[in-house]
Structure formats: structure tokens, C-alpha cells
T-cell receptor
């Protein structure tokens, strides 16, 4: 069926460096692509999202880019800080009968001080 | 604080038992979603309700059922529990039903341990 693939599964970066997480989706009708951050012991929290009529969106140190032709979107975190350490999930709306909100498998980001 | 309330936070039970997880959505949100997160796994979509009606269904087992009540709170019922049902169960809510543009707000989850 339709799905969302996310890479890498783990990522370690030095504090101050950039981190990039990539997702691909299979449903060409998908048009909304959010990113969630899950800290230990908490529920996921929306950090940024993008719609298919936009190629890039930025919010301070985080940005998301979308390539609809290739069906992939990426999360970019610049000037990483220890508090960025968390699990990050991408998501997309996938049509299987009705539309469903499907998440990628997650990326565990570790920012090394 | 997302505004989504889940109870209980922790639940320990035995195989074969039945449990009920409860979720109160953010004020004004009409959709409720249930997700299962096993150890080191992603978020598996179980089911979505909108204003009391089932909207979308994921890979929810037949032993599991859910409903959304007139006051919009939702309950997830898990029966004939197995060891493999041990997981973190999240509830999320959104304003509308159109998942292609909804922002989801998650509760802090219910940790279920089946012994």
C-alpha cells in the first residue's frame, strides 16, 4: 500500500552542525507534509509543515523543502543545539480508501556537545 | 501542554484482560486519532473519528475497538490482551476531518504493559 519512508533512522551531529532528514512518499495526491518532534516521555509535537503549493518553508533554525516531482521532502536543522536531540517524524496524508495520516519510521537525532 | 488529555498514563495488566484508554481532545477539535507506538517503532495509525463518526481505519486489530462520544471524548478498548500489545498508545486531535491539511496535537500517551 501507500507509505512514507524516512532516512536515516539515527543521526549524530556535533553541536553547531546541520542535520538533514529525508522522507519519500508514494501517493502523488498527498499535499500536506508535516514534521513532528518527540522528546523522551512526551507525545509528538508539530514543529513545521509545508503544503504542496510551496517548495520551501523556514522557521528560524528549521526548514522544510518539498520536491513534488520526486515525491520527497526534507527537514533541515541548522546550528544544532543539544535540545534538538529527539526523535523526528515526517508524515503525509495517504489515500487508502479514505485519506489517512501516516507517519514515517522516525529519526533519532543526537546532538553531541 | 498540547491540550489533549489522556488517561491513565500507565496501565499494567495481564494477558487475556480488557482495558479502556481515554482521550479528551483539545477544546474545539472534532477529530480524534489513535496511534500505537511500540518500542523503537514508529507511530502506527489505528483509527480516526470525526464528530462521533468513524472517519478512517488503519491496521487496527479486531480485538481493538474505539468510539467517540457526544462530548467528543474518545475511548480505545483493547481486549483479549497479548504480550505484543504492550506499547505506548497516543491520542491526537485536530480541528477538522480533512487529513490533507490538519495539524495534529498529541497527548502524552498511555503506556500499556501486558504481563
Amino acid at each position: 500500500g501507500e507509505n512514507v519512508e524516512q532516512h536515516p533512522s539515527t543521526l549524530s551531529v556535533q553541536e553547531g552542525d546541520s542535520a538533514v532528514i529525508k522522507c519519500t512518499y508514494s501517493d502523488s495526491a498527498s499535499n500536506y507534509f508535516p514534521w513532528y518532534k518527540q522528546e523522551l516521555g512526551k507525545g509528538p509535537q508539530l514543529i513545521i509543515d509545508i503544503r504542496s503549493n510551496v517548495g520551501e518553508k523556514k522557521d528560524q533554525r528549521i526548514a522544510v523543502t518539498l520536491n513534488k516531482t520526486a515525491k520527497h521532502f526534507s527537514l533541515h536543522i541548522t546550528e544544532t543545539q543539544p535540545e534538538d536531540s529527539a526523535v523526528y517524524f515526517c508524515a503525509a496524508s495517504i489515500r487508502e480508501g479514505t485519506y489517512k495520516y501516516i507517519f514515517g519510521t522516525g529519526t533519532r537525532l543526537k546532538v553531541l556537545a | 501542554d498540547s491540550g489533549v488529555t489522556q488517561t491513565p498514563k500507565h496501565l499494567i495488566t495481564a494477558t487475556g484482560q480488557r482495558v479502556t484508554l481515554r482521550c479528551s481532545p483539545r477544546s474545539g477539535d472534532l477529530s480524534v486519532y489513535w496511534y500505537q507506538q511500540s518500542l523503537d517503532q514508529g507511530l502506527q495509525f489505528l483509527i480516526q473519528y470525526y464528530n462521533g463518526e468513524e472517519r478512517a481505519k488503519g491496521n487496527i486489530l479486531e480485538r481493538f475497538s474505539a468510539q467517540q462520544f457526544p462530548d467528543l471524548h474518545s475511548e480505545l478498548n483493547l481486549s483479549s490482551l497479548e504480550l505484543g500489545d504492550s506499547a505506548l498508545y497516543f491520542c491526537a486531535s485536530s480541528v477538522g476531518s480533512e487529513v490533507r491539511r490538519e495539524k495534529l496535537f498529541f497527548g502524552s500517551g498511555t503506556q500499556l504493559s501486558v504481563l
